[in-house]
């Protein structure tokens, strides 16, 4: 039991009290439903990985995105995080490829350019299949740097690089912004210079 | 201009209420109620006075304005799991009504805004605003320009939320390229991420020094206009703004961004030297002059008192005018801060509506004014008789 409230403490945002909450309802559940978990864990675990094209989280080396050949590849958005990536999708504007960071850089929390996949977004780039390069970290000051940073180094193999600065309020991420809003941002996104 | 939602056009009134504190130094428990005009804490030294008006200071900041640890205000020998709380109710004349509350353990501090909790500092601030007064103020003019910056900040922050916003982005800005730069070895520094961490820089230094510059004008003029009343002679106060671009003028924003920028990355070398940012806003500053003369270096301490005493009412005025409604004062140590003429010269000024939180060793010192005034009695950090 111990065991179990101290690995269900460990995930995030579960303090002492929720883990034992959850480990005494585990106990009280039906067998079937704890198996139901563990295995859907286990299935998770095994079976998703990243994307070894976009770092998206993926079923198998490509994420189904990547794997859509209906999708543009003149076009790749470049986010921080996969849940950015949902946020995208939702709005359904968005036809082209993406490309995840992994974060935005951050000198005092030790989050160097190396951490980040952005030498990996300079090697895809290479093949000169992408025009457009969209990028659309978080309009906080780690973001605008993480993006300014990206443009110096990729503007010499894409086209055209355009910034998206999503909402006003500072430190306001993808996953909290609507749908609506993103599509705006989308179609009002301009070069950055 | 400023986007504090209260904030408009029309003049309304607004007043601290009542405050309740607990544990907080040697407050044990208080509840106080205030009137909306002139109210006087009086007890000897040591009693709790300036431990009061640092409470209902948190209550405009969340900050301490004697501490940089919140922790110190905790009582001596206070539990591991002891909270300092201040709950102040601020109404508005239009009605509006918030319970600020403001609780600090030494796991944290927690702000509540009716009941609600605030994740951002920010969230606190012009909700309540004010002025304060204390002893320590000739510092101000005396001392380095961290205090003059500290002043500023603190005022302006309070009447445009834009300015408060700008100040975070650029602190936090400053902090990634310092870090880049303290650590880098010359040959070897991460120019390409200290380019980038220019950007921010660049664009939160421009927005701060547009809003200093206006704000520092307006106080400017209105110091000096006080300071002629106060001190009627030939002398004229004069305050200068000394901005990191040494006082260039600009067509448009955009023109003013692009010389933050110049000057960011112009100075990437010199910075990788010194291991710092060695210029922008966080080393900006304020002057003041006496008829042409510098009043830091030749003010006489009387100069010096008047000059303070300017800059508090200008600040008065202005975050009234700016904000369209009232700040309130609040003032350390009667005696110590003014002068008998003084402090004639302040109450004399003082709008009728101002609602006024003052503390003193000697009550009598108000003269008639105390006729009018609310008195609280202080002994030992509790309240002796109130009326
Ligand atoms: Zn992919």
């Known amino acids: 039991m111990e065991a179990l409230v101290s690995e269900l403490n460990r995930l995030p945002t579960i303090g002492r009290r929720s883990a034992e909450r959850l480990a005494f309802h585990l106990l009280s559940s039906d067998l079937e439903d704890a198996q139901a978990l563990s295995r859907s864990i286990l299935e998770m675990r095994e079976r998703i990985g990243f994307c070894q094209q976009c770092h998206n989280i993926a079923e198998g080396e490509l994420c189904a995105i990547c794997r859509d050949g209906r999708r543009d590849p003149s ?45 990996e977004l300079l090697e895809r780039l290479k093949s000169g299949a992408a025009r457009e390069l969209i ?12 993006a300014l940073y990206i443009r110096n180094l990729a503007q010499a193999r894409v086209e055209l690089i355009t910034r998206i600065g999503l909402g006003v309020s500072v430190g306001s991420s993808l996953d909290t912004t609507d749908s609506i809003t993103i599509q705006r941002s989308l179609e009002g996104r301009r070069g950055m210079h | 201009m400023n986007g504090w939602p209260e904030s408009g056009g029309c003049k309304i009134d607004m007043r601290l ?52 640890q919140d922790g ?67 510092m101000i003019l005396k001392d380095g320009p961290a205090l003059r910056r500290r002043m500023i900040d603190i005022t302006l922050s309070q009447i445009d939320a834009g300015y408060l916003a700008a100040l975070q982005n650029y602190s936090r800005a400053l902090r990634q390229r310092n870090l880049l730069l303290r650590d880098a070895e010359e040959r070897r520094a991460p120019r390409d991420q200290i380019l980038a961490f220019n950007a921010p820089l660049a664009q939160w230094g421009a927005a701060i020094h547009e809003k200093r510059r206006r704000f520092l004008h307006d106080l400017g003029e209105r110091a000096a206009r006080l300071y002629a009343g ?3 002679s030939s002398e004229t106060l004069e305050l200068e703004y000394r901005d990191a671009l040494h006082g260039k003028k600009f067509s448009s924003p955009e023109a003013a961004l692009t010389a933050w920028r110049k000057m960011m990355d112009g100075n990437i070398e010199t910075d990788i030297r010194r291991g710092q940012t060695l210029r922008g ?33 200008a600040e008065l005025e202005l975050m009234r005018d700016w904000s369209g409604e ?57 309240l002796i008789s109130t009326d």
Request: neutral net charge; hydrophobic residues 40%; glycine residues 8%.
């Open chain 2, 230 to 232: 106060i001190a009627p």
């Open chain 2, 72 to 138: 110190a205000v905790l009582p001596l020998g206070a539990a591991a799991d002891a909270v300092a709380a201040i709950e102040g109710l601020v109404i508005r004349e239009n009605g509006g009504r918030n319970r600020l509350r403001v609780a600090i353990s030494r796991q944290g501090k927690r702000i509540l805004i009716d009941e609600k909790p605030v994740a951002q500092l920010a969230g606190l601030w012009g909700r309540l605003r004010a002025v304060l007064f204390t002893p320590d103020d000739l």
């Open chain 2, 17 to 68: 209420q009542s405050i309740s504190i607990r544990n907080f130094r040697n407050l044990e428990s208080l509840e106080l109620e205030f009137s909306s005009g002139l109210n006087v804490i009086h007890g000897l030294n040591g009693q709790g006075k300036t431990n009061l008006l640092e409470a209902m200071f948190y209550l405009v900041t969340g900050r301490s304005f004697r501490t940089h």
């Open chain 2, 326 to 382: 009232p700040a309130i004062l609040m003032l350390d140590d009667l005696a110590s801060e003014l002068d008998a003429p003084r402090r004639n010269q302040l109450f004399t000024r003082l709008d009728a509506g101002l609602q006024t939180i003052l503390t003193t060793i000697d009550p009598e010192l108000l003269g008639s004014r105390l006729e009018n005034a609310r008195t609280i009695h202080l002994q030992d950090g509790r």
């Open chain 1, 75 to 119: 076009t790749i958005c470049v986010v921080e995080d996969p849940r950015d990536v949902l946020a995208f999708e939702e709005t359904g504007a968005f036809h082209g490829l993406y490309h995840v960071l992994g974060g935005r850089l951050s000198p005092v929390k030790g989050v160097t350019p190396e951490k980040l996949h952005i030498h």
């Open chain 2, 281 to 313: 806003a966080h080393r900006e500053d304020m002057r003041l002059e006496l008829s042409g003369r510098d009043l830091r270096q030749f003010g006489s301490q009387g100069q010096l008192r008047t000059a303070m005493l300017s800059l508090r009412l």
């Open chain 1, 135 to 146: 990028l659309a970290t978080s309009p906080s000051v780690d973001g605008d740097a993480t």
